[in-house]
């Protein structure tokens, strides 16, 4: 995972001019070509003390200011902004009879002066400078917010680890090793036991009726955050969930040389907390245990790959989304299209392979049904285990995949609908797209386009935007946060592009519709 931040020319910093003589103010901001030196002015004002109370509501980047007014002084601000901890740059406009007092400002950081009158050239040299600063302390804030979100979402890429370990899905081993040290800088991959092993919920049904009042959805995103958390010498995952039970993969994180005595205890651990926390009483298979990350991922790509080679089981898995989007389209002739694509490359595996493919499919379905809130039989998961051969199994495929579209007759385009619509709020700081949620929701563009635009009248992407500009004024409403920090945080890597689409959809600049609001002038709505 990779982020980045694009700073340069496409960032306009905003300037606030200030000075008592009106020609002098309209000389810099008529003169001098604000846009080509990456600013924008967001205000102009006559006294220091106006600039001061702006400052104590909005941020600004860039004051250019006189050091002598009527009432407040460029002194006062510089002073304001040192003694807040502001990280807005004052540059000082001097006559040559207050240099004692443009030095003085100094000790305040204010960035530098220029003499009376004013050289437009020299300005501009000076602000050119200014704006590498200002490039290089937003890259270091960038940098910065980087390591946060690595940290923040360390997590989140070891459970794409494990899972990826456990599926046989690392191809490289220099980029597993390389990935694991990066996860695990204190650990030696060559010596760090793991197991796999499968956990049944022996009163999972019952605990759903008497114990738990939410979906069992909810109840599975709880025990892998459980599992993730838990403390010990194994660092456990859950791979994927199977009805009334879990798969779980654990990495030693302690020395050991028994691998079976640490999977016995670390599970027998495991599953005895299950019951302190939950009241799930467990029992577990017989674990599949590994020497290391190395032994474990060729094991499990020599499993996927049994009898298959890498094209065919792509094949597979792209015969198995447009089955769940068949499903969720509800289209009976597409469904029937593709159960027979995918039965004939069912054919070309083994039938062990095939029946463990075909139960894993159905366990994924499941889990993703229930996510997005559509049907899935109760017990059909495991009927791939009664399949005698393959005409049997692909009869049982049928016959799933028929009761699931009979399942979600009514209703269905409307939950899917709602859930997208809190899908894209939940994450509008994110660069979502309609490619985005059609993944999301197992869905072609085309079909969940179309049925969006019925359930709702309106348009997908004017609904992002239309959440994403809420989002937006919503932060702009906060005097912390710079323009360009608002677009950042909701989607747009492009200063301008944000700009261009605020504009379009209220009328006003970012800048302008922040003025307006601590203004008070009409027309701005919260």
Request: proline share 2%.
């Amino acid at each position: 995972m990779a982020i980045k931040l694009e700073i340069g020319a496409d960032i306009m910093y905003n300037v606030l001019l200030a000075d008592d003589e009106p020609t002098i103010l309209e000389g810099m901001r008529d003169l001098i070509d604000w846009d080509r030196l990456g600013f924008e002015i967001t205000a102009v004002m006559d006294d220091g003390g106006p600039v001061i109370a702006y400052l104590q509501t909005r941020p600004v980047d860039v004051v250019i200011t006189d050091v002598k007014m009527t009432y407040r002084s460029g002194l006062d601000i510089a002073r304001y902004v040192h003694e807040n901890g502001l990280n807005t740059k004052i540059l000082l406009i001097s006559g040559y009879k207050e240099v004692d007092l443009a030095l003085e400002a100094i000790r305040y950081n204010a960035v530098c002066y220029i003499l009376k009158p004013i050289d437009v050239a020299d300005l501009e040299a000076q602000l050119a400078k200014l704006k590498i600063q200002l490039d290089a302390e937003r890259q270091r804030r960038s940098n910065e917010y980087i390591l946060d979100y690595y940290k923040r979402n360390l997590e989140g890429l070891k459970d794409d680890f494990f899972i990826e370990l456990a599926t046989g899905s690392f191809i490289s081993e220099k980029y597993l090793t390389t990935m694991f040290h990066l996860l695990y800088p204190h650990l030696d991959y060559r010596r760090c036991l793991c197991f796999l092993v499968n956990i049944v919920f022996e009163n999972y049904d019952e605990f759903l009726t008497e114990n738990w009042k939410h979906t069992s959805g909810e109840l599975y995103a709880v025990l892998s955050n459980y599992i993730s958390m838990f403390s010990g010498p194994v660092a456990f995952r859950m791979i994927y969930k199977a009805m009334g039970g879990i798969r779980v993969l654990g990495i030693a994180t302690e020395p050991s040389d028994d691998v079976d005595k640490l999977a016995e205890q670390s599970i027998r651990f495991l599953c005895k907390s299950f019951y302190e926390s939950f009241s799930l009483r467990t029992k577990s298979d017989r674990p599949e245990t590994y020497s290391d990350i190395i032994a474990l991922s060729r094991s499990r790509r020599e499993f996927t790959g049994s009898n298959t080679d890498t094209e065919l089981r792509n094949e597979i898995n792209e015969q198995e989304k447009m089955l769940n989007s068949a499903l969720n389209e509800g289209d009976e002739r597409k469904l029937s299209n593709t159960l027979a694509k995918f039965g004939d490359y069912l054919e070309e595996l083994d039938f062990k392979t095939a029946k463990i493919t075909v139960k894993e499919m159905f366990e994924a379905f499941r889990a993703q049904r229930e996510e997005i809130g559509g049907f899935f039989p109760s017990d059909d998961a495991s009927l791939a285990d009664t399949a005698e051969d393959m005409p049997s199994l692909r009869q049982i495929i049928e016959n799933v995949f028929r009761e699931i579209i009979r399942g979600n007759v009514g209703g269905g385009a409307d939950n899917l609908v709602e859930r997208a619509k809190r899908y894209i709020i939940e994450n509008i700081t994110e660069d979502i797209s309609l490619e985005d949620i059609a993944e999301k929701f197992y869905l072609s563009q085309h079909y969940f386009s179309r049925i969006f635009k019925v359930k709702t009248g309106g348009n997908l992407i004017d609904f992002i935007i239309d959440q994403k500009i809420e989002k937006a004024k919503a932060l702009l409403r906060d005097p912390h946060y710079k323009v360009y920090e608002v677009s950042a945080k909701i989607g747009y890597r492009s200063n301008r592009y944000f700009a261009k689409v605020f504009k379009n959809y209220t009328g006003y600049t970012p800048s302008e519709y922040r003025s307006r609001f601590y203004s008070g002038k009409g027309g701005v709505n919260p």
